[in-house]
């Protein structure tokens, strides 16, 4: 029996959309599963979630994709965040104390009053991000942050311990969805 494959592409074409967005969400539900059930997501895609709230202490997301996602006073104490893509990513009020963010994209996030006490921020990029208030306490840092133009530092504590008092009248713009 031959199969006349001219009839069957109208079917595909339309079943195509609908299977491809079902693998998107099997694609996205596997990865939280995957988190919850070990405590470890290496190289996942979670841009966009919302983990706010969240307790992920000790976990490895190394190299995961969180671009633009929520973690909104997070507890990310000793998480392993190394090559993460943090890209608009809301870190307001996040406790990132001891946490690995070295080669991490933090371009553009929302990092206010968030804890980074001891954590690993070398070769980290942090341009256009937002650390007013947050706490840097004996973290180390690959750059010098008071010179930088496009990292927003007003009263953010400084790894040596000082407060930077200048600057929080002329802060670079922030993106008000980072803000939520």
């Not at 968030?114 to 690959?142: C, Q, V």
Request: charged share 15%; with cysteine; hydrophobic share 40%.
């Amino acid at each position: 029996m031959m199969i006349n494959f001219l009839r069957l592409l109208p079917v595909a074409l339309v079943l195509t959309p609908t299977l491809v967005n079902q693998g998107n969400d099997f694609l996205r539900q596997n990865p939280m599963k995957q988190l919850q059930e070990t405590g470890r997501c290496f190289s996942c895609n979670l841009s966009g979630v919302n983990l706010s709230e969240a307790n992920l202490q000790g976990f490895d997301l190394r190299s995961t994709n969180l671009q633009g996602a929520n973690l909104k006073n997070a507890n990310l104490r000793y998480a392993n965040l190394q090559w993460a893509d943090l890209r608009n990513v809301n870190l307001q009020g996040a406790d990132l104390t001891g946490a690995n963010l070295s080669f991490s994209l933090l371009v553009n996030a929302n990092l206010q009053r968030a804890n980074l006490e001891a954590s690993n921020l070398k070769m980290t990029d942090l341009r256009n991000s937002n650390l007013s208030h947050a706490n840097l306490i004996k973290a180390s840092i690959s750059q010098n942050l008071q010179n930088s133009r496009s990292v927003n530092l007003c009263r953010t504590t400084l790894p040596s311990g000082t407060m930077m008092s200048g600057g929080c009248n002329n802060m670079p713009p922030q993106k008000t969805g980072l803000l939520k």
